[in-house]
């Protein structure tokens, strides 16, 4: 069976799922079947194709814990009101003729803090788009502007799940990634902040609802004991403490808050720590629910598969094709845009985050090892292309599940300005960040 055969079985796999709403595992899994039975065809053996999907698979074990306390932090945030304190004070901050530039910050900071895009869009993002439509905003542009600040902390917040991702695929610190992505994020960071602001002007609030902040209260105990665990969390990392042992010291500071603050039992603080917060009462019950352990084993299964998947790939040589094509690309215009082309395009096919940043580092190791470049360059040049760039993808669901909560249409993606001009800024700037490029290129 030919390779071209194995992937438009796989793509039909892939928009199936898509269509009737299946979990892409599904399709992973029936790619990895379909592609082990061509390497067995091709003479390779089950145990040969088994190595090269658990080398590949394997060294992601130790980043499936850190999903796990990630969904921890994320259940324990919503119970003990982290999450809340943030909403309620940034709302408090919005005027209506700043409202677009303040959601902007509002979402940057609640996801450097919370790391997860959709964790942030499914609770301050919905609760900013009822204000947006109560106070005659566009939907696009609200929805836009959310998304876009939704995705800011999703690519440098030291609990982003696909921070840590690429940091483990390309082998790579995350310290100093977070650190080079702070870096390369305040032009483009400027930029976006400067085009909400003129938007500010142009599509104000004509009234503000203080419904959300009534029930805000009514829901939890806004006191300063909730950003605690926030702070922690945001603080640690910077002393150089390992991302696993901050996430726990946050975990158990926003389990006693939960306790002494919001006055939850030790029962209900063990089952938001495994199956999330679900309050089943308040106004804001739905918004606010979440979290928990059980909500990353998906997540963790899902990247654990791609990751088998593209070393079944590797190893029986099926991606040698394209890996050529992307070093050509790299010789011609350069790392960064042969990593944004890879990106684009597993963004497009395979329609997930995640599944992008495992698959496009397979397509471009190459390149970079031939290049002489690191693998801290590469997970930047991952991070400030695939991670973004994803969610301005409409059948992605980076992007497509985002607007589907916030009941926003695909025009949206216009005002997500910042998503597209990150990029733009770091491939006109990356020589100033890695100067050895020019010398590659000179070489060349």
Same mark, same amino acid.
């Given at each position: 069976?030919?390779?071209? /055969?194995?992937?438009?079985?796989?793509?039909?796999?892939?928009?199936?799922?898509?269509?009737?709403?299946?979990?892409?595992?599904?399709? #992973?899994?029936?790619?990895?079947?379909?592609?082990? #039975?061509?390497?067995?065809?091709?003479?390779?053996?089950?145990?040969?194709?088994?190595?090269?999907?658990?080398?590949?698979?394997?060294?992601?074990?130790?980043?499936?814990?850190?999903?796990?306390?990630?969904?921890?932090?994320?259940?324990?945030?919503?119970?003990?009101?982290?999450?809340?304190?943030?909403?309620?004070?940034?709302?408090?901050?919005?005027?209506?003729?700043?409202?677009?530039?303040?959601?902007?910050?509002?979402?940057?900071?609640?996801?450097?803090?919370? =790391?997860? *895009?959709?964790?942030?869009?499914?609770?301050?993002? /919905?609760?900013?788009?009822?204000?947006?439509?109560?106070?005659?905003?566009?939907?696009?542009?609200?929805?836009?502007?959310?998304?876009?600040?939704?995705?800011?902390?999703?690519?440098?917040?030291?609990?982003?799940?696909?921070? *840590?991702?690429?940091?483990?695929?390309?082998?790579?610190?995350?310290?100093?990634?977070?650190?080079?992505?702070?870096?390369?994020?305040?032009?483009?960071?400027?930029?976006?902040?400067?085009?909400?602001? /003129?938007?500010?002007?142009?599509?104000? +609030?004509? $009234?503000?609802?203080?419904?959300?902040?009534?029930?805000? $209260?009514?829901?939890? &105990?806004?006191?300063?004991?909730?950003?605690?665990?926030?702070?922690?969390? +945001?603080?640690?990392?910077? #002393?150089?403490?390992?991302?696993?042992?901050? #996430?726990?010291?946050?975990?158990?500071?926003?389990?006693?808050?939960?306790?002494?603050?919001?006055?939850?039992?030790?029962?209900?603080?063990?089952?938001?720590? /495994?199956?999330?917060?679900?309050?089943?009462?308040?106004?804001?019950?739905?918004?606010?629910?979440?979290?928990?352990? &059980?909500?990353?084993?998906?997540?963790?299964?899902?990247?654990?598969?791609?990751?088998?998947?593209?070393?079944?790939?590797?190893?029986?040589?099926?991606?040698? =094709?394209?890996?050529?094509?992307?070093?050509?690309?790299?010789?011609?215009?350069? +790392?960064?845009?042969?990593?944004?082309?890879?990106?684009?395009?597993?963004?497009?096919?395979?329609?997930? $985050?995640?599944?992008?940043?495992?698959?496009?580092?397979?397509?471009?190791?190459?390149?970079?090892?031939?290049?002489?470049?690191?693998?801290?360059?590469?997970?930047?040049?991952?991070?400030?292309?695939?991670?973004?760039?994803?969610?301005?993808?409409?059948?992605?669901?980076?992007?497509?599940?985002?607007?589907?909560?916030?009941?926003?249409?695909?025009?949206?993606?216009?005002?997500?300005?910042?998503?597209?001009? +990150?990029?733009?800024?770091?491939?006109?700037?990356?020589?100033?960040?890695?100067?050895?490029? !020019?010398?590659? !290129?000179?070489?060349?």
């Amino acid at each position: 069976m030919s390779a071209v /055969i194995c992937f438009a079985l796989f793509m039909g796999a892939m928009v199936a799922c898509l269509i009737t709403g299946y979990d892409m595992l599904w399709a #992973l899994l029936f790619g990895i079947g379909l592609f082990a #039975l061509r390497g067995k065809a091709n003479g390779y053996t089950w145990r040969e194709m088994w190595r090269a999907m658990w080398a590949e698979g394997g060294k992601l074990l130790p980043l499936i814990v850190i999903f796990l306390l990630i969904g921890m932090i994320t259940g324990l945030w919503r119970s003990c009101g982290t999450i809340a304190f943030f909403i309620y004070h940034g709302i408090r901050l919005i005027t209506p003729k700043l409202f677009i530039l303040m959601a902007f910050l509002l979402t940057c900071v609640l996801s450097y803090a919370l =790391g997860t *895009s959709f964790g942030v869009i499914g609770t301050a993002g /919905i609760i900013l788009m009822a204000m947006a439509r109560s106070g005659g905003v566009s939907d696009a542009v609200a929805a836009g502007t959310i998304l876009a600040g939704a995705f800011f902390g999703d690519r440098c917040s030291p609990v982003s799940s696909s921070a *840590s991702l690429v940091a483990a695929v390309t082998e790579s610190s995350l310290y100093d990634n977070l650190r080079m992505m702070r870096r390369t994020g305040w032009m483009p960071l400027g930029v976006s902040v400067a085009i909400y602001a /003129i938007l500010s002007v142009t599509h104000p +609030l004509t $009234q503000m609802d203080s419904t959300m902040l009534n029930a805000l $209260q009514e829901s939890f &105990v806004i006191s300063p004991w909730t950003v605690v665990p926030a702070v922690i969390m +945001l603080v640690l990392p910077l #002393l150089k403490m390992s991302i696993r042992h901050a #996430l726990e010291i946050s975990i158990a500071c926003a389990a006693a808050v939960t306790l002494w603050v919001q006055h939850l039992s030790v029962w209900d603080a063990v089952k938001v720590l /495994i199956m999330g917060y679900h309050p089943t009462s308040g106004a804001l019950a739905e918004i606010v629910s979440g979290g928990g352990a &059980v909500s990353m084993v998906n997540c963790s299964v899902l990247v654990f598969t791609a990751s088998m998947y593209t070393g079944l790939l590797s190893g029986t040589k099926v991606l040698m =094709g394209a890996q050529g094509i992307m070093e050509k690309l790299a010789q011609r215009a350069g +790392l960064f845009t042969a990593t944004t082309v890879a990106s684009i395009g597993c963004g497009m096919v395979l329609c997930n $985050q995640s599944v992008v940043a495992v698959m496009g580092e397979q397509l471009v190791a190459e390149s970079y090892r031939k290049q002489g470049a690191s693998n801290g360059e590469k997970a930047l040049d991952m991070e400030n292309s695939g991670v973004v760039l994803s969610a301005l993808i409409p059948w992605n669901i980076a992007c497509s599940i985002p607007l589907q909560m916030m009941g926003a249409g695909v025009g949206s993606v216009i005002y997500a300005v910042f998503l597209y001009v +990150l990029p733009i800024c770091y491939g006109l700037t990356k020589t100033k960040f890695y100067p050895k490029q !020019n010398e590659r !290129n000179d070489s060349r």
